[in-house]
């Protein structure tokens, strides 16, 4: 568990607090996404979490232990750090450049050989391929596949990932979500992403962290922060659209109701979303859809209606 108690960072020369008074509490085993306008406070806050920034007051604790007394290569063991521009060494191979916290730590070569093929296989690079080259050698993507697989190493309980997309063209970026976002429910990490696009934190956050001038204005559930913005900053920064954009984080399975007797025709699987099912509806203006299992039963029928009031 990742505890952050009152903190609050002033860097020198600043009259206003980088961080105000963050209290925050993150469980282990679960992803927060920070999220928040430029300049609230969101890498500063990362950063005294790994002890690259100091807090001005407060506390934090990492598992109950206070991260200002424990050792600089303990915490970069146990903390792995992703950040926007990767931060790949550029005049190392991709191999030595995964082999950073290994090699700190003390692991022998057979043990970090081993480790280094299974990291580039495991977030889908080939070893046989990619061991060798220099990061100028790889697409943006590429490179920030092997910055997180570098952050990854010494297999760290924590992941603090800082924009890890933003310099990643769309496409790309959705794709490493998915596969950044299984990985890491795979492997159990705590996690900690930095982002500034809500999409990204509504798909990869179990919680949400929303901050602004240093303060955290609500941390809570991606559904429960759509649902009951705390104030008009949150409800603005949430957007117009937050009422559809919830409908994607409900399962139609959730607001089905009993299969009708005469088929409505047009049918949706029973783990979709309910924003899916809306778009399917107004697309030939049905009353409702067949919800169907993959091995093509009808398990019940979502109507119109069960969409419109889900929200509510
Ligand atoms: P975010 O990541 O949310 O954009 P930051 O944590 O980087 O915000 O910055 C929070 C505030 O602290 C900003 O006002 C920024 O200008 C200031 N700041 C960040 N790093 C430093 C630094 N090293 N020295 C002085 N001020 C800083
Ligand atoms: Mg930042």
């Known amino acids: 568990m990742i505890r952050l108690d009152h903190v609050t960072k002033t860097y020198p020369a600043s009259e206003r607090h980088a961080v105000d008074d963050l209290d925050l509490e993150i469980e282990t085993g679960m992803t927060v996404a920070m999220i928040g306008p430029s300049g609230c406070g969101k890498t500063t ?3 005294m979490i790994n002890r690259l920034e100091t807090p ?3 506390r934090v604790l990492v598992n109950g232990r206070d991260v200002a007394e424990t050792d600089q290569k303990e915490l970069r063991r146990s903390i792995g750090y992703v950040i926007q521009q990767v931060g790949l060494f550029p ?3 991709i191999e030595r450049n995964i082999a950073t916290v290994p090699r700190l730590i003390g692991w022998d070569k057979v043990k ?3 480790r280094i093929d299974e990291l580039l296989d495991l977030v889908g690079l080939d070893p046989a391929v990619m061991r060798k080259r220099l990061p100028h050698e790889l697409s943006g993507g590429q490179r920030q596949r092997v910055g997180f697989a570098r952050a990854l190493a010494a297999d760290p309980a924590i992941m603090l990932m800082d924009e890890p997309f933003g310099a990643i063209d769309p496409i790309t970026r959705v794709r490493l979500q998915d596969e950044f976002r299984q990985i890491l429910k795979r492997v159990s990490k705590t996690v900690v992403i930095v982002t500034h696009d809500l999409e990204e934190a509504i798909k990869m956050g179990d919680r949400i ?3 602004r001038d240093g303060k955290l204005l609500q941390y ?3 559904e429960a922060i759509l649902a009951h913005p705390a104030d008009e900053f949150v409800k603005n920064f949430l957007g ?3 009422a559809i954009k919830r409908l994607s984080l409900i399962e139609v399975a959730s607001a089905m109701g009993p299969a009708g ?3 409505a025709g047009v049918s949706i699987g029973p783990s979709a979303s309910l924003h899916s099912a809306l778009a399917l509806i107004l697309a030939d203006d049905l009353a409702g859809l067949d919800v169907k299992a993959d091995d093509g039963a009808t398990v019940g029928y979502l109507s119109r209606e069960a969409v419109l009031s889900a929200h509510r």
Do not use: E, F, L, N
């Open 112 to 114: 970090t050989d081993r």
């Open 45 to 47: 806050t990362m950063r």
């Open 240 to 242: 117009p659209d937050r």
């Open 220 to 222: 809570d559930t991606p």
């Open 261 to 263: 007797s005469r088929p």
């Open 209 to 211: 962290a929303i901050m």
């Open 91 to 93: 005049h190392m191979t």
């Open 56 to 58: 001005s007051s407060g």
